[in-house]
Nanobody
Framework: QVQLVESGGGLVQAGGSLRLSCAAS????????MGWYRQPPGKQRELVAT???????NYADSVKGRFTISRDSAKNTVHLQMNSLKPEDTAVYYC??????????????WGQGTQVTVSS
């Protein structure tokens, strides 16, 4: 099994910053990509940002220029630096990891979610 542990959520004023982290452990052997999604209140889950094993990144238009995704491959950890936060960034943020175990079985796993609240 694969375990994802998220940290870094909280309450911040508009214009502030937060840094989310997600560490993957367990039977994951080779990671294809890691990413962050979010689910605002009353809305569907949406992509925030992803990063591949080679470092290619993809961002939602709404966060481009404000958020930065990065990863530490040696530690199977992904970070999301969130700057210039807006009230509309308020959501539960979920870590997502896609990869293979040592038997080459593909896994796509979700973290438990961490709340980010931005006050106006």
């Amino acid at each position: 099994q694969v375990q994802l542990v998220e940290s870094g959520g909280g309450l911040v004023q508009a214009g502030g910053s937060l840094r989310l982290s997600c560490a993957a452990s367990g039977s994951i052997f080779s990671i294809n990509y890691m990413g962050w999604y979010r689910q605002p209140p009353g809305k569907q889950r949406e992509l925030v940002a992803t990063i591949t094993s080679s470092g290619l990144t993809n961002y939602a238009d709404s966060v481009k220029g404000r958020f930065t995704i990065s990863r530490d491959s040696a530690k199977n950890t992904v970070h999301l630096q969130m700057n210039s936060l807006k009230p509309e960034d308020t959501a539960v943020y979920y870590c997502n990891v896609d990869g293979y175990d040592s038997y080459f079985v593909r896994h796509n796993c979700w973290g438990q979610g961490t709340q980010v609240t931005v006050s106006s």
